[in-house]
């Protein structure tokens, strides 16, 4: 299995040019998260999704949008990209919702200019 | 690959001794309180969780020890290896639900040989 898996892994945005991140799973798992990880801070919640065609905001919502149209994929989008948008994004599943044992992809380095 | 925050504190240990890296949180709500590790270029990987109504809970190598009064939470490496160089966080899941995790800013471990 090939886990969570995130694409690409690096990108160079300008500002207000708009992109999607992908994210695929392979577990069956119910539950999908995004986070960003910014220096010095832990990573903060930005989407989740509880199953398809579900989806929620979570602490850091603004300027991304999300959609799980199927249980294996859970892509990010960025609208209109602005440097404070710069970071690393990992996505993350469980099997469900109530699970704390999450497994993350290997992150997206995005940076916006 | 990805590269976590720059300026985080450092616990450096010897190979073979006893590590112990510390956590405060903030939110006595939690249900659980997770330790995740994350090697350089990795995204995070779950170690152990324990639930708000333990105050300790062992797994292979690992102990973590929570103690509500003082909202603290501690992870211990026995033995620590080369292998167990990383970044680690620990994370409280929210009451309610969904799995929404709070991140802390994370503790680099060096070990040296």
């Known amino acids: 299995n090939a886990g969570v898996t995130q694409t690409p892994k690096f990108q160079v945005l300008k500002t207000g040019q708009s992109m999607t991140l992908q994210c695929a799973q392979d577990?069956?798992?119910?539950?999908m998260s995004w986070y960003r990880q910014d220096p010095g801070m832990g990573l903060r919640l930005i989407h989740y999704?509880?199953?398809?065609?579900?989806?929620d905001q979570g602490e850091v919502p603004n300027g991304y949008n999300v959609s799980r149209s199927t249980t294996e994929d859970f892509p990010l989008r960025l609208l209109s990209a602005a440097p404070s948008q710069t970071s690393v994004y990992f996505c993350?599943?469980?099997?469900?919702?109530?699970?704390?044992?999450?497994?993350f992809g290997q992150g997206t380095r995005l940076t916006v200019v | 690959g990805e590269s976590v925050g720059l300026h985080l504190p450092t616990l450096s240990v010897q190979e073979g001794d006893n590590s112990i890296i510390n956590c405060a949180y903030s939110?006595?709500?939690?249900?659980?309180f997770i330790w995740y590790k994350q090697e350089s270029g990795k995204g995070p990987q779950f170690i152990i969780d324990?639930?708000?109504?333990?105050d300790k809970r062992q797994g292979q190598r690992v102990t973590v020890l929570l103690n509500k009064t003082v909202k603290h939470l501690s992870l211990q490496i026995a033995a620590t290896q080369p292998g167990d160089s990383a970044v680690y966080f620990c994370?409280?899941?929210?009451?309610?639900?969904?799995?929404?995790?709070?991140f802390g800013a994370g503790t680099r471990l060096a070990v040296h040989p």
């Open positions: 993350a599943s469980s099997y469900t919702e109530m699970n704390t044992e999450a497994f």
């Open positions: 577990m069956n798992h119910e539950y």
């Open positions: 999704s509880v199953g398809a065609g579900i989806t």
């Open positions: 939110n006595s709500a939690s249900d659980y």
């Open positions: 324990i639930r708000s109504n333990m």
């Open positions: 994370a409280e899941n929210l009451s309610g639900g969904y799995n929404k995790l709070i």
